[in-house]
Structure formats: C-alpha cells, structure tokens
C-alpha cells in the first residue's frame, strides 16, 4: 500500500475517495472534470528523476467533483476497481440522467438498473431521485410495478417509472 499525504488549501473533508489507477490518474480525473459541474484540478504531484515513475509523469492528483474532493494515484497494476464500490449520482431530471450516463458510459460498459463502469472501470449508479419516491410507500402494488419496470431498463428513464407507478 501507498500512503501519501497532501496539503490543500481547502479545508479537508473527513472522508476522500482515493482512487488507484494503473497509469491513467490524470486522463481520468480531466475525464470526471469535464463531465460534471463545479469541478476543477486541486493539485498534481508529479515523478521527479528519482522515479520511480518516469520523470514528468502523473504520480497522484487531487481534484474535486460537484464539491466532492477525490484523490487519485497511479500505483500501477496491483489493484483495480470492482463494482462492490459505486459512486451514486442524484439526478433531479431526465436531461441529468442522459447526461450523466451518455457521458460515463462511453467507452465502458452498462448495465441494469441505472448501473455502469466507465472507460478505466470504475461503477456508477445513474439514478433519477424520483425512483426513491416511487418505490416507497403503502402501496404495495405501485412498487412491485416501479421495480418490475426498473428491472428490464440498463438507463432507467423517468417517464418510464411514473407511467408504471400509475399502472
């Protein structure tokens, strides 16, 4: 394990998602960047000529997401991601649903029910905060059908939910 230690002139949140990649830190943090909003570099650490990366190259970096600061390192091929670890994204309409998963899942791979890994396979739930509302609540029927309908879609689509929570 890496333990690194970093200075920020942000007051540091309690909790950092630190995220390991083999080589490609940067490229997916610019990624991340330029997908949402609020978002900006923080600070890059670069190798010097003591390595033991090539010199120049990304070693860690820290950038921050709607708020959110995250910290990435590139360690090389010892770990990967897995889909035990999500990142869940509230989206208050359609548009943010689209958005979000058009933009995420390109060049990686979808799944059911909102879920999908990115290009460097790291998983995010895309999912419309409406689904919460509509699978709560005493009427049991109305959500058996919200979920039924959850369960056939890989973007899940607003439209879609309300119109089976009607019946």
């Known amino acids: 394990m890496v333990c690194l230690f970093y200075k920020t002139k942000l007051p540091m949140q309690k909790i950092t998602p630190?995220?390991?990649?083999?080589?490609?830190?940067?490229?997916?943090?610019?990624?991340?960047?330029?997908?949402?909003?609020?978002?900006?570099?923080?600070?890059?650490t670069r190798y010097g000529e003591a390595g033991p990366g090539p010199?120049?190259?990304?070693?860690?970096?820290?950038f921050e997401l709607n708020g959110q600061e995250f910290y990435a390192l590139n360690g090389g091929p010892v770990f990967s991601f897995t889909p035990a670890v999500s990142f869940f994204i509230h989206c208050k309409t359609q548009k943010e649903v689209d958005h979000f998963w058009d933009k995420l899942s390109e060049g990686g791979r979808t799944d059911r029910c909102g879920w999908l890994q990115d290009?460097?396979?790291?998983?995010?739930?895309?999912?419309?905060?409406?689904?919460?509302?509509?699978?709560?609540?005493?009427?049991?029927?109305?959500?058996?059908?919200?979920m039924e309908a959850m369960l056939k879609m890989a973007k899940l689509d607003i439209a879609i939910l309300e119109e089976a929570a009607r019946g």
């Open 18 to 44: 630190f995220l390991w990649f083999d080589s490609q830190a940067e490229e997916a943090m610019n990624f991340y960047i330029s997908i949402f909003k609020d978002s900006k570099v923080i600070n890059v």
């Open 55 to 62: 010199n120049g190259s990304v070693m860690s970096a820290t």
């Open 119 to 146: 290009k460097y396979g790291l998983s995010w739930q895309v999912v419309p905060n409406i689904l919460g509302e509509l699978l709560q609540g005493k009427d049991a029927a109305k959500s058996k059908r919200v």
